[in-house]
Structures are given as C-alpha cells and as structure tokens.
C-alpha cells in the first residue's frame, strides 16, 4: 500500500507571498492531520479533516487555512508569509477514529525569505 | 490541555549498551500513545500505539511500555542504524489531534 505523499518537497518564497502545500492519503483514509515542526517548538498540530470538514484546529492565526477534498487529498495554505512560518510541514493520516494512528508523510521544507 | 515531556533531550550510547527513553504524560482521557522514530528531514516512522496502563510492545530491538503516567521505550543492544530522534505523542479527550514531546536525539556510535 502506498504511504502518505506530500507535494512540493521543498519550497523557497518570499515575506508576503502566499503557498499551497498538497497531500494525499493511504489509500481508505479519511482523516487528515497537518502539523508544523521546527526545531524551537517542534510538532504542533494545525488541523484536522475528516470527510472535507473540519473537525479540529490548533492554534495557529487564521493565515493558516486547508481544506479537503471529495477523495481525501488535503491542502494548506499559507498566506501572507511571514520569516517564521520556515518549517517542515507535516501531514499524517489516519481511518479517522479516535486514538488511531496517524502515518506520516515526508514533508514539505518551506524556506520564507 | 494535554502535555508530553521526553527525557532526555540526547543521548549517546555505545553500540550494544542498552538504556531506556522516557515520556511523561498528562492527558485527560488518554486515547493512545505513540511512539515514532524520526531520520533528520524526514517524516516520523509509526513504531508503536499503547491504549492503556499495563500494555507492552516489542519489535526487534525496542520495547514500549506503558502506565498511568508514563512511558518508556526500551532500547536492547542497540546499532548505529538506531541513530535517529524518537518522538511521544498523545491522543486524549475528544479530538483528533497529536500532542508531541520535544523529542529525544539518539546516537548510537559503533
């Protein structure tokens, strides 16, 4: 079975600009987790999605938003980018019950400069 | 809120000296702990999901264990290829989320 798949890998952008991360789930996935991770505050959750809505937010400015779609693929995106949003940005997937495990996929390292 | 702690912060073995990784826990209503290993600038690998106090997990050379508080991932006789960070995560209450500890750095030097 497939894993977890995050496009793009890497990613450079400018203060101001905004980005659109993408992934796609193992395949009967329903349930999609994005997470940011940094070397100061490590892996913090965004969101969650289950079945195209929103089930669970982190704490994160509303610059942060994603959605997804009708086969489970799941994107984030990033407005008005600031110096410290550079991170590794994580999805995971789950079947969407509780305390199930989450696959992660490889991440995308976006550099803000 | 939930909160993961992971100590220590590095640890340096030498290869075939076994030791133990711990990750203390507070959660309301714990769903799962998981374990995950973490190769630099990669996705953390799925090791091991715990449910309840008591419970024990083993693949190959590691071991998880599992109490009302903590948890520990035993590692035996480890190789340099176990070099890696090992990150805890909690799953707790109602939602859907992943709360991780910081994480701990292992080197395993041959």
């Known amino acids: 079975k497939a894993g977890v798949t995050q496009t793009p890998r890497y990613l450079i952008k400018t203060r101001g600009q905004q980005v659109t991360l993408s992934c796609s789930p193992i395949?009967?996935?329903?349930?999609v987790s994005w997470y940011q991770q940094t070397p100061g505050q490590g892996l913090q959750f965004l969101f969650e999605?289950?079945?195209?809505?929103?089930?669970n937010k982190g704490n994160f400015p509303g610059r942060f938003s994603g959605r997804q779609f009708s086969n489970s693929r799941s994107e984030m995106n990033v407005s008005t980018l600031e110096l410290g949003d550079s991170a590794l940005y994580l999805c995971?997937?789950?079947?969407?019950?509780?305390?199930?495990?989450?696959?992660f996929g490889p991440g995308t390292r976006l550099l803000v400069l | 809120e939930d909160q993961v702690t992971q100590s220590p912060e590095a640890l340096r073995l030498q290869e075939g000296e076994s030791s133990s990784l711990n990750c203390s826990y507070t959660?309301?209503?714990?769903?799962?702990l998981f374990w995950y290993r973490q190769d630099p600038g990669k996705g953390p690998e799925f090791l091991f999901t715990?449910?309840?106090a008591g419970e024990e997990k083993e693949k190959e050379r590691l071991k998880a264990t599992l109490t009302k508080k903590e948890s520990f991932l035993h590692i035996t006789a480890p190789k340099p290829e176990d070099s890696a960070t090992y990150l805890c995560a909690v799953s707790g209450g109602s939602n859907y989320k992943l709360t991780f500890g910081k994480g701990t750095l292992l080197t395993v030097n041959p």
């Open positions: 395949s009967g996935h329903r349930s």
């Open positions: 959660v309301s209503g714990l769903r799962g």
């Open positions: 995971a997937s789950s079947l969407g019950k509780e305390g199930e495990t989450q696959y």
């Open positions: 999605y289950f079945s195209e809505t929103q089930r």
């Open positions: 715990l449910y309840s």
